[in-house]
Protein backbone atom coordinates (compact mmCIF):
# COMPACT_ATOMS: atom_id res chain seq x y z
CA UNK A 1 0.00 0.00 0.00
CA UNK A 2 1.12 3.68 -1.11
CA UNK A 3 1.95 6.55 1.35
CA UNK A 4 -2.21 7.71 2.04
CA UNK A 5 -1.98 11.43 0.91
CA UNK A 6 -5.04 14.01 1.04
CA UNK A 7 -4.80 16.29 -2.11
CA UNK A 8 -6.72 19.42 -1.33
CA UNK A 9 -7.51 22.32 -4.00
CA UNK A 10 -9.78 23.63 -6.49
CA UNK A 11 -10.95 21.70 -9.16
CA UNK A 12 -8.85 21.82 -12.31
CA UNK A 13 -5.83 21.14 -14.00
CA UNK A 14 -3.76 22.07 -11.30
CA UNK A 15 -5.53 19.72 -9.21
CA UNK A 16 -5.46 16.81 -11.81
CA UNK A 17 -1.88 17.24 -12.73
CA UNK A 18 -1.13 16.63 -8.88
CA UNK A 19 -3.52 13.25 -8.64
CA UNK A 20 -1.41 12.22 -11.72
CA UNK A 21 2.00 12.79 -9.85
CA UNK A 22 0.90 10.92 -6.79
CA UNK A 23 -0.54 7.58 -9.05
CA UNK A 24 2.94 7.65 -11.10
CA UNK A 25 5.33 7.20 -7.24
CA UNK A 26 2.06 5.24 -6.15
CA UNK A 27 0.64 7.23 -3.54
CA UNK A 28 -3.13 6.32 -2.22
CA UNK A 29 -4.66 9.29 -2.24
CA UNK A 30 -7.14 9.08 0.67
CA UNK A 31 -9.50 12.60 0.13
CA UNK A 32 -9.70 14.60 -2.65
CA UNK A 33 -11.18 18.08 -2.18
CA UNK A 34 -11.72 21.81 -1.93
CA UNK A 35 -10.07 22.86 1.58
CA UNK A 36 -13.29 24.94 1.62
CA UNK A 37 -15.79 22.15 1.42
CA UNK A 38 -14.15 19.83 4.30
CA UNK A 39 -13.66 20.85 8.19
CA UNK A 40 -11.17 19.92 10.48
CA UNK A 41 -12.61 16.20 11.18
CA UNK A 42 -13.03 15.20 7.72
CA UNK A 43 -9.39 15.43 6.85
CA UNK A 44 -8.51 13.66 10.18
CA UNK A 45 -11.21 11.08 9.46
CA UNK A 46 -9.50 10.25 6.48
CA UNK A 47 -6.39 9.44 8.55
CA UNK A 48 -3.70 11.09 5.79
CA UNK A 49 0.14 11.08 6.22
CA UNK A 50 0.54 13.71 4.30
CA UNK A 51 -1.20 16.61 2.61
CA UNK A 52 -0.48 17.96 -0.97
CA UNK A 53 -1.78 21.62 -1.43
CA UNK A 54 -2.30 23.06 -4.97
CA UNK A 55 -1.92 26.52 -3.34
CA UNK A 56 -3.78 30.13 -4.81
CA UNK A 57 -5.13 32.86 -2.93
CA UNK A 58 -9.11 31.66 -3.23
CA UNK A 59 -8.21 29.04 -0.64
CA UNK A 60 -6.53 30.76 1.84
CA UNK A 61 -8.73 31.34 4.35
CA UNK A 62 -10.48 28.24 4.26
CA UNK A 63 -7.18 26.71 4.86
CA UNK A 64 -7.03 27.94 8.59
CA UNK A 65 -10.04 25.83 9.56
CA UNK A 66 -7.72 23.15 8.75
CA UNK A 67 -4.92 24.21 10.57
CA UNK A 68 -5.17 21.98 14.05
CA UNK A 69 -4.65 18.65 11.75
CA UNK A 70 -2.28 20.35 9.41
CA UNK A 71 0.22 21.27 12.49
CA UNK A 72 -0.51 17.74 14.21
CA UNK A 73 3.22 16.43 14.98
CA UNK A 74 4.08 13.54 12.15
CA UNK A 75 2.34 15.54 9.09
CA UNK A 76 3.86 15.83 6.27
CA UNK A 77 2.41 19.46 4.85
CA UNK A 78 3.63 20.15 0.51
CA UNK A 79 2.17 23.17 -0.86
CA UNK A 80 2.50 23.74 -4.60
CA UNK A 81 1.96 26.93 -6.15
CA UNK A 82 -1.37 26.06 -8.68
CA UNK A 83 -0.14 27.79 -11.52
CA UNK A 84 2.80 26.03 -11.66
CA UNK A 85 1.18 22.72 -11.07
CA UNK A 86 -1.24 23.55 -13.91
CA UNK A 87 1.61 24.56 -16.46
CA UNK A 88 3.90 21.30 -15.74
CA UNK A 89 3.90 18.67 -18.51
CA UNK A 90 6.06 16.43 -19.95
CA UNK A 91 9.77 16.25 -18.22
CA UNK A 92 9.20 18.58 -15.66
CA UNK A 93 6.11 16.77 -14.63
CA UNK A 94 8.57 13.46 -14.60
CA UNK A 95 11.27 15.51 -12.45
CA UNK A 96 8.34 17.18 -10.27
CA UNK A 97 7.05 13.35 -9.25
CA UNK A 98 10.21 12.20 -7.89
CA UNK A 99 10.43 15.33 -5.88
CA UNK A 100 7.29 14.97 -3.89
CA UNK A 101 8.12 11.21 -3.74
CA UNK A 102 11.69 12.10 -1.72
CA UNK A 103 9.73 14.14 0.11
CA UNK A 104 6.63 11.84 1.05
CA UNK A 105 9.15 8.71 1.52
CA UNK A 106 12.07 11.06 3.22
CA UNK A 107 15.16 10.08 1.00
CA UNK A 108 16.89 12.28 -1.16
CA UNK A 109 16.60 9.93 -4.48
CA UNK A 110 15.70 12.22 -7.13
CA UNK A 111 17.42 10.94 -10.11
CA UNK A 112 15.15 8.53 -13.03
CA UNK A 113 15.60 4.67 -12.62
CA UNK A 114 18.73 3.94 -13.97
CA UNK A 115 20.89 7.44 -13.55
CA UNK A 116 23.98 7.62 -11.83
CA UNK A 117 23.61 8.60 -7.72
CA UNK A 118 24.07 12.27 -7.39
CA UNK A 119 27.46 13.78 -6.20
CA UNK A 120 26.89 14.98 -2.34
CA UNK A 121 28.18 18.35 -1.93
CA UNK A 122 28.88 17.63 1.62
CA UNK A 123 32.02 16.65 2.88
CA UNK A 124 31.88 13.27 4.10
CA UNK A 125 34.36 10.92 6.30
CA UNK A 126 35.93 7.92 4.25
CA UNK A 127 37.70 6.61 1.61
CA UNK A 128 35.88 7.30 -1.59
CA UNK A 129 33.88 4.13 -3.66
CA UNK A 130 36.34 2.01 -5.39
CA UNK A 131 35.16 0.13 -8.93
CA UNK A 132 36.13 -3.04 -7.19
CA UNK A 133 33.87 -2.30 -4.07
CA UNK A 134 30.94 -1.39 -6.54
CA UNK A 135 31.24 -4.58 -8.80
CA UNK A 136 31.78 -6.81 -5.33
CA UNK A 137 28.41 -8.53 -5.60
CA UNK A 138 28.29 -9.40 -9.60
CA UNK A 139 28.46 -13.38 -9.96
CA UNK A 140 31.91 -14.37 -11.24
CA UNK A 141 30.93 -18.02 -11.92
CA UNK A 142 29.23 -17.48 -15.63
CA UNK A 143 32.43 -15.73 -16.79
CA UNK A 144 34.36 -18.53 -15.77
CA UNK A 145 32.06 -21.02 -17.21
CA UNK A 146 32.57 -19.09 -20.47
CA UNK A 147 36.32 -19.10 -20.81
CA UNK A 148 36.63 -22.77 -20.02
CA UNK A 149 34.27 -23.34 -22.94
CA UNK A 150 36.58 -21.27 -25.04
CA UNK A 151 39.79 -22.19 -24.14
CA UNK A 152 40.04 -25.14 -26.80
CA UNK A 153 39.27 -22.63 -29.33
CA UNK A 154 42.26 -20.06 -28.63
CA UNK A 155 44.97 -20.72 -31.29
CA UNK A 156 48.45 -21.55 -30.34
CA UNK A 157 51.70 -19.43 -31.17
CA UNK A 158 54.42 -21.94 -32.36
CA UNK A 159 57.20 -18.97 -31.67
CA UNK A 160 56.58 -19.69 -28.22
CA UNK A 161 57.05 -23.60 -28.23
CA UNK A 162 59.44 -25.08 -25.58
CA UNK A 163 62.82 -26.37 -26.92
CA UNK A 164 64.41 -29.96 -26.40
CA UNK A 165 67.67 -29.61 -26.34
CA UNK A 166 69.57 -32.68 -24.59
CA UNK A 167 72.40 -32.38 -22.46
CA UNK A 168 74.87 -34.95 -21.46
CA UNK A 169 74.34 -35.92 -17.74
CA UNK A 170 78.04 -35.11 -17.38
CA UNK A 171 78.04 -31.88 -19.37
CA UNK A 172 75.23 -30.58 -17.04
CA UNK A 173 75.39 -27.73 -14.32
CA UNK A 174 79.06 -27.89 -14.29
CA UNK A 175 80.71 -24.99 -12.80
CA UNK A 176 84.17 -24.09 -14.17
CA UNK A 177 87.32 -24.06 -11.51
CA UNK A 178 89.46 -20.98 -12.30
CA UNK A 179 92.61 -21.51 -10.39
CA UNK A 180 94.55 -18.23 -9.31
CA UNK A 181 98.54 -18.15 -8.78
CA UNK A 182 98.63 -15.50 -6.26
CA UNK A 183 96.09 -14.14 -3.59
CA UNK A 184 93.38 -11.95 -5.34
CA UNK A 185 94.03 -9.90 -1.83
CA UNK A 186 97.82 -8.12 -0.87
CA UNK A 187 98.47 -8.24 2.92
CA UNK A 188 98.78 -5.22 3.87
CA UNK A 189 102.06 -3.77 5.97
CA UNK A 190 100.77 -2.49 9.40
CA UNK A 191 103.34 0.17 10.78
CA UNK A 192 101.95 -0.41 14.59
CA UNK A 193 102.20 -4.29 14.61
CA UNK A 194 105.27 -4.09 16.20
CA UNK A 195 105.09 -1.47 18.72
CA UNK A 196 105.47 -2.29 22.25
CA UNK A 197 101.97 -1.86 24.55
CA UNK A 198 101.74 -0.41 27.83
CA UNK A 199 100.70 -2.24 30.56
CA UNK A 200 97.18 -2.51 31.99
CA UNK A 201 98.20 -1.03 35.37
CA UNK A 202 100.07 1.82 34.28
CA UNK A 203 99.16 5.60 35.45
CA UNK A 204 97.78 7.93 33.02
CA UNK A 205 99.88 10.45 31.04
CA UNK A 206 100.63 14.03 32.90
CA UNK A 207 98.74 16.85 31.87
CA UNK A 208 100.85 19.16 29.87
CA UNK A 209 102.44 21.88 31.46
CA UNK A 210 101.10 25.59 31.61
CA UNK A 211 102.95 28.41 29.57
CA UNK A 212 105.24 30.24 31.31
CA UNK A 213 104.81 33.92 32.13
CA UNK A 214 100.90 33.37 31.98
CA UNK A 215 98.52 32.81 34.91
CA UNK A 216 96.68 29.44 35.19
CA UNK A 217 93.28 29.40 34.52
CA UNK A 218 92.41 27.68 37.29
CA UNK A 219 94.17 30.29 39.63
CA UNK A 220 91.74 32.43 41.38
CA UNK A 221 94.03 34.39 43.81
CA UNK A 222 94.25 37.75 41.49
CA UNK A 223 90.39 37.43 41.26
CA UNK A 224 88.63 40.55 42.82
CA UNK A 225 85.66 42.54 42.92
CA UNK A 226 85.42 46.22 41.33
CA UNK A 227 86.30 48.69 44.32
CA UNK A 228 85.22 51.71 42.05
CA UNK A 229 81.69 51.71 40.98
CA UNK A 230 80.70 54.61 38.81
CA UNK A 231 76.88 55.38 40.07
CA UNK A 232 75.13 57.71 37.17
CA UNK A 233 71.89 59.32 38.19
CA UNK A 234 69.58 60.36 35.33
CA UNK A 235 67.63 63.59 35.22
CA UNK A 236 64.22 62.92 35.33
CA UNK A 237 62.21 65.10 33.06
CA UNK A 238 58.58 66.00 33.22
CA UNK A 239 57.15 65.18 29.86
CA UNK A 240 54.77 67.74 28.52
CA UNK A 241 51.39 66.10 27.78
CA UNK A 242 49.65 69.51 27.03
CA UNK A 243 51.71 69.67 23.64
CA UNK A 244 51.37 65.68 22.19
CA UNK A 245 49.72 65.60 18.87
CA UNK A 246 46.23 63.97 19.21
CA UNK A 247 45.75 63.24 15.25
CA UNK A 248 42.02 64.68 15.95
CA UNK A 249 41.02 61.42 17.78
CA UNK A 250 38.56 61.38 20.27
CA UNK A 251 36.00 59.32 22.18
CA UNK A 252 33.12 61.58 20.71
CA UNK A 253 33.92 61.10 17.37
CA UNK A 254 34.55 57.36 17.62
CA UNK A 255 30.99 56.54 19.49
CA UNK A 256 29.20 58.61 16.37
CA UNK A 257 30.92 56.50 13.71
CA UNK A 258 30.06 53.42 15.60
CA UNK A 259 26.21 54.42 15.86
CA UNK A 260 26.44 55.38 12.10
CA UNK A 261 27.43 52.31 11.08
CA UNK A 262 24.01 50.76 10.07
CA UNK A 263 23.36 47.12 11.71
CA UNK A 264 23.44 44.14 8.94
CA UNK A 265 20.12 41.68 7.54
CA UNK A 266 19.75 37.85 6.65
CA UNK A 267 19.25 38.23 2.95
CA UNK A 268 17.02 35.02 1.79
CA UNK A 269 17.10 34.04 -1.95
CA UNK A 270 14.40 32.11 -3.90
CA UNK A 271 12.88 30.93 -6.46
CA UNK A 272 10.62 27.67 -8.05
CA UNK A 273 10.31 25.85 -5.15
CA UNK A 274 11.18 28.12 -2.48
CA UNK A 275 8.24 29.05 -0.42
CA UNK A 276 8.15 25.05 1.00
CA UNK A 277 12.31 26.08 2.03
CA UNK A 278 11.33 29.69 3.14
CA UNK A 279 7.96 28.70 5.06
CA UNK A 280 10.76 25.96 7.49
CA UNK A 281 13.58 28.74 7.67
CA UNK A 282 11.10 31.16 9.04
CA UNK A 283 9.59 28.86 11.08
CA UNK A 284 12.42 27.51 12.59
CA UNK A 285 14.02 30.94 13.57
CA UNK A 286 13.45 32.20 17.54
CA UNK A 287 10.95 35.25 17.97
CA UNK A 288 13.44 36.99 19.58
CA UNK A 289 16.24 36.87 16.44
CA UNK A 290 18.04 40.24 16.17
CA UNK A 291 18.56 40.80 12.60
CA UNK A 292 15.83 41.82 9.81
CA UNK A 293 15.25 39.20 7.08
CA UNK A 294 14.96 39.78 3.96
CA UNK A 295 12.68 37.59 1.28
CA UNK A 296 13.35 38.23 -2.21
CA UNK A 297 11.28 35.15 -4.57
CA UNK A 298 10.10 36.59 -8.00
CA UNK A 299 6.15 35.56 -8.18
CA UNK A 300 4.42 35.27 -11.64
CA UNK A 301 1.46 37.91 -10.90
CA UNK A 302 2.95 39.46 -8.44
CA UNK A 303 0.85 38.35 -5.40
CA UNK A 304 3.46 39.45 -2.24
CA UNK A 305 0.92 40.37 -0.27
CA UNK A 306 -0.61 36.48 -0.15
CA UNK A 307 2.87 35.84 0.26
CA UNK A 308 3.02 37.64 3.45
CA UNK A 309 0.03 36.41 4.76
CA UNK A 310 1.38 32.83 4.08
CA UNK A 311 4.57 33.15 5.60
CA UNK A 312 3.09 34.61 8.74
CA UNK A 313 1.03 32.12 10.01
CA UNK A 314 4.33 30.14 10.50
CA UNK A 315 6.71 32.73 11.53
CA UNK A 316 7.68 33.82 15.18
CA UNK A 317 9.05 37.03 13.25
CA UNK A 318 6.23 39.49 12.34
CA UNK A 319 5.99 39.17 8.67
CA UNK A 320 5.34 42.32 6.49
CA UNK A 321 5.59 43.89 3.08
CA UNK A 322 9.03 45.84 1.71
CA UNK A 323 8.20 49.26 0.32
CA UNK A 324 10.48 52.23 -0.76
CA UNK A 325 11.44 54.92 1.84
CA UNK A 326 10.77 52.15 5.26
CA UNK A 327 13.49 51.99 7.42
CA UNK A 328 14.50 48.19 8.24
CA UNK A 329 13.76 46.97 11.92
CA UNK A 330 15.33 44.28 13.90
CA UNK A 331 13.39 40.97 14.56
CA UNK A 332 10.94 41.79 11.29
CA UNK A 333 11.27 39.72 8.21
CA UNK A 334 10.06 41.14 4.93
CA UNK A 335 8.94 40.41 1.46
CA UNK A 336 10.21 42.12 -1.50
CA UNK A 337 8.75 42.94 -4.25
CA UNK A 338 9.76 43.83 -7.74
CA UNK A 339 11.07 47.27 -7.93
CA UNK A 340 12.00 47.60 -4.29
CA UNK A 341 16.02 47.65 -3.30
CA UNK A 342 18.12 48.61 -0.56
CA UNK A 343 19.57 51.96 0.64
CA UNK A 344 22.46 52.69 3.31
CA UNK A 345 21.35 55.35 5.27
CA UNK A 346 22.82 57.53 8.39
CA UNK A 347 23.11 54.59 10.83
CA UNK A 348 20.28 52.61 8.93
CA UNK A 349 19.28 50.62 6.36
CA UNK A 350 15.79 51.42 4.57
CA UNK A 351 14.24 50.18 0.67
CA UNK A 352 14.74 52.06 -2.03
CA UNK A 353 13.63 51.85 -5.84
CA UNK A 354 15.50 48.86 -7.55
CA UNK A 355 15.46 47.62 -10.71
CA UNK A 356 16.47 44.22 -9.97
CA UNK A 357 17.65 41.78 -6.96
CA UNK A 358 21.00 42.62 -8.37
CA UNK A 359 20.78 45.62 -6.18
CA UNK A 360 20.27 44.40 -2.81
CA UNK A 361 23.48 42.20 -2.00
CA UNK A 362 26.22 45.71 -2.74
CA UNK A 363 23.98 47.40 -0.30
CA UNK A 364 24.29 44.59 2.82
CA UNK A 365 26.69 45.73 5.27
CA UNK A 366 29.25 42.40 4.77
CA UNK A 367 30.74 42.38 7.84
CA UNK A 368 27.60 42.16 9.73
CA UNK A 369 25.25 40.61 6.92
CA UNK A 370 24.06 36.92 5.73
CA UNK A 371 22.88 35.93 2.19
CA UNK A 372 21.41 32.52 2.00
CA UNK A 373 20.27 31.12 -2.14
CA UNK A 374 17.58 28.73 -1.38
CA UNK A 375 15.52 26.35 -3.89
CA UNK A 376 15.40 28.22 -7.18
CA UNK A 377 17.65 31.37 -6.45
CA UNK A 378 19.37 32.58 -9.74
CA UNK A 379 22.62 31.99 -10.59
CA UNK A 380 23.71 34.70 -11.81
CA UNK A 381 23.90 36.38 -8.29
CA UNK A 382 26.43 33.67 -7.44
CA UNK A 383 29.28 35.89 -8.16
CA UNK A 384 27.89 39.10 -6.00
CA UNK A 385 27.13 37.28 -3.06
CA UNK A 386 30.79 35.49 -3.31
CA UNK A 387 32.72 38.76 -3.44
CA UNK A 388 30.41 39.73 -0.21
CA UNK A 389 31.75 36.43 1.29
CA UNK A 390 34.55 37.69 0.76
CA UNK A 391 34.49 40.88 2.67
CA UNK A 392 33.01 39.26 6.17
CA UNK A 393 29.40 37.84 4.81
CA UNK A 394 28.10 34.60 5.69
CA UNK A 395 27.44 33.23 3.23
CA UNK A 396 25.28 29.31 2.66
CA UNK A 397 23.27 27.56 0.04
CA UNK A 398 20.19 25.07 0.74
CA UNK A 399 21.82 21.39 0.38
CA UNK A 400 20.72 19.21 -2.33
CA UNK A 401 18.84 16.68 -0.48
CA UNK A 402 15.03 17.91 -1.13
CA UNK A 403 15.82 20.83 -3.01
CA UNK A 404 13.48 21.11 -5.99
CA UNK A 405 16.54 23.87 -7.76
CA UNK A 406 19.85 23.81 -6.02
CA UNK A 407 22.19 25.10 -9.48
CA UNK A 408 23.04 28.36 -7.35
CA UNK A 409 23.35 26.78 -3.85
CA UNK A 410 25.78 24.01 -5.58
CA UNK A 411 28.01 26.32 -7.07
CA UNK A 412 28.21 28.33 -3.47
CA UNK A 413 29.30 24.67 -2.03
CA UNK A 414 31.95 23.99 -4.83
CA UNK A 415 33.33 27.22 -3.56
CA UNK A 416 33.72 26.15 -0.38
CA UNK A 417 30.71 27.52 1.86
CA UNK A 418 28.28 25.81 4.03
CA UNK A 419 24.95 24.10 3.39
CA UNK A 420 21.94 22.64 4.68
CA UNK A 421 18.47 22.38 5.14
CA UNK A 422 16.22 25.26 5.46
CA UNK A 423 15.99 24.15 9.79
CA UNK A 424 19.89 23.68 9.73
CA UNK A 425 20.57 27.08 8.43
CA UNK A 426 17.85 28.76 10.87
CA UNK A 427 19.73 27.29 14.47
CA UNK A 428 23.17 28.52 12.03
CA UNK A 429 21.55 31.81 12.27
CA UNK A 430 20.01 32.01 15.89
CA UNK A 431 24.08 30.72 16.66
CA UNK A 432 25.85 33.86 14.78
CA UNK A 433 23.16 36.06 15.74
CA UNK A 434 21.93 35.04 19.38
CA UNK A 435 18.78 36.77 20.74
Known sequence: MGTPVALLGRSGPARERMREALSLIGARVVLEDEPGAIDARTLADAEPAAVLVALEPAIEDALEALES????????????????????????????????????????????????????????????????????????????QAAAQALD????????????????????????????????????????ADAPRAPVDSAP?????????????????????????????????????????????????????????PKGAVLVMAGIGGPDAIRRLLGALPAEFPRAVLIRMPLDGGQYGNLVRQMGRVSPLPVELAEAGLALAAGKAYILPDGV???????????????????????????????LLLSGASEALVPDVLALAEQGAWVAGQSAEGCYDPAAAARLVQQGRPSGDPVQLAQSLAERWPG
Do not use: C
Not at 153 to 167: H, K, N, Q, R, Y
Not at 221 to 245: C, F, K, N
Open 153 to 192: EVPGDALFAASTLELAPEEAFVMPVVERAQPMLEPIDNPF
Open 69 to 144: VLNQPGMTVIFDEAELAARREGWDAQRWARHLSAKLHGHDDVLPPGAEQEPSWTPEPGLPITPAELHSAQPVAPHL
Open 205 to 261: PAAPAAPQGNTALGDSSTWGLVEDVAIVERVRTEVQYDHLPDGGLSLVDLESAAAAK
Open 341 to 371: GLAAGEGTLSFAEGESAAVLVPALPADDSAV
